[in-house]
């Protein structure tokens, strides 16, 4: 395969291997951002199983981020994050994720979990009902023998609901993860662009496009 042909590509996603801002970088052609960089702590998994010791590419700190954020310059944008580091600039708004009894990245030495993740909407030409900034409803896979393909993976409703109140045209995710922004898109016949850096997980981006994913909580 050469270095800079599709990964994947159906009717509606193509889905690249390799850096966003050097080797790949038509997903800046696309309309809409929606994407789940790294959160800039270096948060290392301290889970056993599949997932114990995990971290995640350029997670040192928010340097991918904002670089990518950069380059796709005012345009509308949805972009997950945390509390703990500071938001992007021009952000308009913050939407919560709330994961109900999900646990989260966080101290374990204390006895709340923190069950919740920041959304910054950027941009403008989002549409549909005036709803609430807490998002609900949406479980995610906590457990990889459940079906988890990534240590910090969003569930597919979850994101199908937010594209749905983005502006009409091709869907970015320059940080794809295991896919779930991609497999959102597509379930909503819309077309995708992603970029992910590390082939273990455009692998498993590409299985779950090519069986169909089903919305087990898992981004």
Known sequence: MSALA?????????LYHGDCLTEHR?????????TDPPY?????SNRTGKF?????ANDGDLAARDAALSEWGNRPALVFGSWKRAHPAGTRTVLVWDK????GMGDLSIPWKPNWEEIYVLGTGFTGHRGSSILTGHTVVTWASKGRDHPNMKPVSLMERLTEKCPPGVVADP???SG?????????GRRAIGVEMEERYCDVIAKRL???ALDLGGL
Do not use: C, M
């Not at 038509?26 to 951002?33: G, I, K, S």
């Not at 114990?52 to 995640?56: N, Q």
């Open 52 to 56: 114990k010791g995990e971290v995640i």
């Open 6 to 14: 599709p990964y994947y590509q159906d009717e509606h996603v193509t």
């Open 26 to 34: 038509e997903w800046l052609d696309a309309d809409v951002l929606v």
């Open 210 to 212: 090519s069986q169909g």
């Open 100 to 103: 109900g009894e999900a646990s």
């Open 40 to 44: 800039g702590y270096s948060h290392t």
């Open 180 to 188: 779930t922004t991609l497999i959102a898109a597509r379930n909503l």
């Open 175 to 177: 940080f794809a993860g």
